[in-house]
């Protein structure tokens, strides 16, 4: 597939401006800082089509359910990401034209996305109806070290006239969501005005209450002299302002800095938002942009130096891997435990910007490898703390004795997707969360966290999947019927293997970790007892039963776990068989015919082959892999990776490459065809796992960490940073040899290709 971006290995770049790509280009360019984001729209007026998205991390909206007819147990709502007031407003007009680029005639365009750095950078040349020409060169970042801040440097030059330049910079709340189920305005302005030289506009959230504050300084220099010339405030309703009217001759350069403030109610009392935000940008400001782009750039540099991954030999698989750990970066930063990570992140409205079980699943092992502890342990602690809800969302569904459904979708806790076949069948969202405390647990060695909190939600969990279960006659086993596994073009099927095997190992580890949490932590577990109620003889010995005598679907003769029962009754259909015509099925074919048909949206048998590896044989692997993996149309965004890594295991460097490059550059090169709705956040960490896990061969095996690493023929080195259990490791690979040096902490054993061998610090 040919990529319309330029291949550069620090940035994306667009040459030369194609309206019919602005929306997908506004997702790709997006910014983030972990507390808010904006699409790549353009400062100036456009009124071409465009997806306009400023987000706010934690601000969201029940937006109430829309459905044909109503289901018990159904959610009241579904969480919305909002787009909030539009900050980065500059309207650019010269005699009675406004500059935009639907009706301009453009040249010279070329946008930018400095990932090494943090930045997008946008310039261009507009030929007005008049003739008249501008040069436009713009620049902006959200400050990774001052979170509330955000920056633009907007420089205008006349190229063929003089006359009356006049900017507008603005900040408009009057916004709208594209996806809204009623269409729903869901803001209220409740102040707005000037105070201190500070235009600020404050909006409320209709039903949840959130509270969020703009307040906005602008600067004008002309010719790199700041002009004196007091700013016209423009007010509207929802709507302010300053203009400046300043006389140009040919070449002068108008630059101006517009600086602002985003502060909500999650942080700061509302009563106080308004001076909070006037005194937070009028700060911003005296540092200056530059000053302001310093610290920025510093945080950035540390980002890179404990993320970056490096491929030599293959400037588009080294531009993909940035891409992806650039946006995991400014999208989540873990300093704020009441957060989570939505599948669009900062860069668009789709799936509400809530949280699905993906950041367990695909999430986790990246801020594990690569930040403090604290990080990940925090995206865990989001769900300790959603316990009670998901206990309220069995007890909806029909559950008791305090087992736990964790949502599929939630902003709060509490379940808000509205899907039947979703909210009810895909149960194995709970899988993923107990697989994440071991997973922490396996990556940091703090087997604490389970005293701590871990233990409480396993309960939970192993209550719920007791109760899910129930015994067979027929087949003298336990089962678990009408359920949805990760593929979901199969939806109330019976015995996914898959959320049958989560279901069994969660039990087995919930009850090893009783067993360590009683003995080594006998306090702390005499208190989970009294607040969970457990029944020690009882539970432990019903959850061991069904452990003795789950049933899976298997095919014995071929060596396969089946996806479900009646899986091989489907016509045994090949994926490159599909006419290209056809492609993606999902925006093809009818739902009916999806379902009966033999096609997998993403990894479901391997998925669990994934998680517990070192159950399976390699032969097992690999019939399981060849069987399913031609099978799989991959129209989810989380299913290349995993097929990555299992090709990468048994030896399919072809396959397991060509798998890399479209999970690393399914948005730049929009696979499928769905870009301009924003990126796939969450799929970037798994994009992350393919390179470290796949060909760098990263396991962890009985508290050690373990490499068996197979290059791609392309890539002459690779390179990545382990964090581990208080060490930062250097990997760094190529076809002759693999070395692992440790750049902060202690020695430490590790496994090279079966050999164990002792890691110094590295020397100063």
């Not at 405030?233 to 101006?256: A, C, M």
């Not at 005499?526 to 049933?551: C, H, L, P």
Request: net charge negative; charged share 25%.
């Amino acid at each position: 597939m040919k990529s319309y971006y330029k291949t550069d290995e620090w940035s994306v770049i667009e040459e030369g401006f194609n309206p019919k790509m602005q929306e997908a280009s506004e997702s790709i360019f997006s910014l983030g800082n972990g507390h808010m984001g904006q699409r790549a729209n353009f400062e100036e007026k456009y009124s071409g089509e465009s997806l306009q998205g400023t987000y706010i991390a934690g601000i969201y909206y029940p937006d109430k359910t829309r459905v044909g007819w109503w289901k018990n147990g159904y959610p009241e709502y579904f969480a919305k990401v909002l787009n909030a007031p539009n900050w980065i407003g500059i309207s650019v007009v010269i005699g009675e034209e406004e500059l935009d680029l639907h009706t301009c005639k453009v040249s010279d365009f070329r946008r930018e996305l400095n990932m090494k750095q943090g930045f997008l950078q946008r310039s261009f040349i507009a030929e007005f109806k008049s003739g008249r020409q501008i040069q436009v060169n713009a620049r902006r970042f959200l400050s990774m070290a001052e979170e509330e801040i955000g920056a633009i440097r907007y420089s205008v030059k006349p190229l063929n006239f003089k006359g009356t330049l006049v900017l507008t910079s603005y900040i408009d709340g009057n916004v709208v969501n594209r996806d809204a189920n009623y269409d729903e305005k869901f803001w209220d302005i409740t102040a707005e005005g000037f105070k201190k030289g500070v235009a600020y506009l404050q909006s409320r959230t209709r039903k949840t209450g959130f509270e969020v504050c703009f307040a906005m300084v602008s600067e004008t220099e002309l010719n790199g002299e700041i002009l004196k010339a007091k700013d016209q405030t423009v007010q509207q309703k929802g709507y302010v302002g300053y203009r400046k009217e300043i006389d140009v001759s040919t070449h002068d350069e108008v630059v101006l800095y517009k600086y602002v403030a985003v502060l909500s109610s999650l942080d700061h009392q509302a009563a106080s938002l308004a001076e909070n935000s006037i005194q937070k940008v009028i700060r911003a400001a005296e540092r200056k942009y530059n000053g302001l782009f310093a610290d920025h750039n510093t945080l950035w540099e540390e980002n890179w130096s404990n993320s970056d991954i490096i491929i030599k030999g293959d400037p588009a698989a080294q531009q993909g891997i940035r891409f992806n750990i650039f946006q995991l970066n400014q999208t989540y930063t873990g300093r704020d435990e009441r957060l989570n990570i939505g599948p669009k992140g900062f860069t668009g409205e789709k799936y509400g910007g809530s949280t699905y079980w993906d950041t367990e699943a695909f999430l986790i092992p990246f801020y594990l490898s690569t930040e403090p502890p604290q990080v990940a342990r925090n995206l865990l602690k989001y769900r300790y703390k959603h316990l009670d809800k998901a206990i309220e969302n069995a007890v909806k569904l029909g559950y008791k004795n305090g087992a736990a459904l964790y949502p599929m979708v939630t902003m709060n806790g509490e379940e808000c997707h509205n899907e039947w076949e979703i909210t009810f069948e895909e149960i194995h969202r709970n899988g993923a969360i107990a697989f994440a405390i071991f997973n922490y647990i396996r990556y940091t060695g703090e087997k604490e966290y389970l005293a701590e909190y871990g233990l409480e939600v396993l309960i939970a969990l192993s209550r719920f999947w007791r109760e899910r279960v129930n015994w067979s006659d027929v087949k003298g086993k336990y089962v678990i019927l009408g359920v949805t596994g990760p593929n979901e073009y199969e939806n109330n099927v019976n015995n996914n293997w898959y959320t049958n095997k989560m279901a069994l190992w969660t039990m087995q580890y919930t009850l090893e970790s009783i067993d360590y949490v009683m003995h080594e932590h006998p306090a702390q577990y005499q208190k989970i007892i009294r607040k969970t109620g457990f029944r020690y003889e009882t539970e432990t010995a019903s959850w061991r039963d069904v452990i003795k005598n789950m049933y899976f679907p298997v095919l014995e003769e071929r060596g396969l776990f089946l996806q479900q029962d009646g899986y091989m009754d489907k016509e045994q259909r090949m994926a490159s068989e599909l006419p290209p015509a056809e492609r993606p099925i999902n925006q093809h074919w009818s739902w009916d015919r999806i379902l009966r048909s033999v096609f997998i949206k993403q990894a479901d048998v391997l998925q669990g082959i994934f998680c517990f590896e070192d159950e399976y044989t390699l032969e097992t692997i690999r019939q399981n892999f060849d069987f399913y993996e031609p099978r799989t149309v991959h129209e989810s965004s989380l299913s290349a990776c995993i097929h990555s890594i299992l090709a990468s295991r048994i030896g399919e460097a072809e396959k397991a490459y060509e798998l890399y490059l479209r999970t690393s550059r399914l948005d730049l090169d929009d696979y499928n065809k769905e870009v301009d709705e924003g990126l796939h956040i969450t799929s970037m960490g798994g994009t992350w796992m393919s390179v470290v896990l796949g060909f760098g061969g990263l396991r962890i095996r009985e508290g050690m960490l373990s490499f068996t690493p197979s290059l791609p023929k392309k890539w002459k080195y690779l390179s990545f940073v382990i964090n581990f259990r208080g060490r930062v490791l250097q990997v760094g690979i190529s076809n002759q040899q693999t070395e692992v040096k440790i750049i902060r902490g202690d020695q430490l054993q590790v496994e090279i290709n079966g050999k164990i061998v002792m890691c110094q610090p590295a020397k100063l």
